[in-house]
T-cell receptor, first 118, second 111 residues
Framework: DTAVSQTPKYLVTQMGNDKSIKCEQN?????MYWYKQDSKKFLKIMFS???????INETVPNRFSPKSPDKAHLNLHINSLELGDSAVYFCASSYLLPVGPANTGELFFGEGSRLTVL | AQSVTQLDSHVSVSEGTPVLLRCNYS??????LFWYVQHPNKGLQLLLKYTSAATLVKGINGFEAEFKKSETSFHLTKPSAHMSDAAEYFC?????????FGKGTTLSVSS
């Protein structure tokens, strides 16, 4: 069973288009995240939702809009794509607060969605 | 504010020799620290974590890390490198609700 799954895995599109990436987790976590990994492998938090409520909203262009229909899903919609949006986008999930020695807030990641804007 | 600094962007070792990946952290309180590994074209996998229990933490695949408060370090080690260890390694600190990643260290292993 895949714990955190993202679709699509690869996405190639033209500048100016709108695209979405979907994420689902079956771990029962209450918090989900979107991270962006640039060409230098640097990972930066973009958004985080806890039980469908936005709790982290980093400095990200408002062309990026997350949506969490329930605590198991966090989707990312990007409008008017630009060349600089090309990156790998990782979804992750966790418990917001530690629930014991076995789970201390670490994140579980999906395999990433590689977005290429031409 | 919490942050981590990975001191080497690239480390090269020969198969069978020890691995040392260095990480210093900055935190205003007792931190939670992690090491994650990313193999090419894959997601990130948790190697090990420190959460104020034992200062020497053992992880998967023979890796371990030692939390040294006096040196604000959390270096990752392995006694004997294997070809399959070649990957990107991230030192991570928990800052509030999110994880803050270091810039990564690329580990190359030659035969």
């Amino acid at each position: 069973d895949t714990a955190v799954s993202q679709t699509p895995k690869y996405l190639v599109t033209q500048m100016g288009n709108d695209k979405s990436i979907k994420c689902e987790q079956n771990l029962g976590h209450d918090t989900m995240y979107w991270y962006k990994q640039d060409s230098k492998k640097f990972l930066k938090i973009m958004f985080s939702y806890n039980n469908k409520e936005l709790i982290i909203n980093e400095t990200v262009p408002n062309r990026f809009s997350p949506k969490s229909p329930d605590k198991a899903h966090l989707n990312l919609h990007i409008n008017s794509l630009e060349l600089g949006d090309s990156a790998v986008y990782f979804c992750a999930s966790s418990y917001l607060l530690p629930v014991g020695p076995a789970n201390t807030g670490e994140l579980f990641f999906g395999e990433g969605s590689r977005l290429t804007v031409l | 504010a919490q942050s981590v600094t990975q001191l080497d962007s690239h480390v090269s070792v020969s198969e069978g020799t020890p691995v040392l990946l260095r990480c210093n952290y900055s935190s205003s309180y007792s931190p939670s620290l992690f090491w994650y590994v990313q193999h090419p074209n894959k997601g990130l996998q948790l190697l090990l974590k420190y959460t104020s229990a034992a200062t020497l933490v053992k992880g998967i695949n023979g890796f371990e890390a030692e939390f040294k408060k006096s040196e604000t370090s959390f270096h990752l080690t392995k006694p004997s490198a294997h070809m399959s260890d070649a990957a990107e390694y991230f030192c991570v600190v928990k800052g509030g609700t999110a994880l803050i990643f270091g810039k990564g260290t690329t580990l190359s292993v030659s035969s």
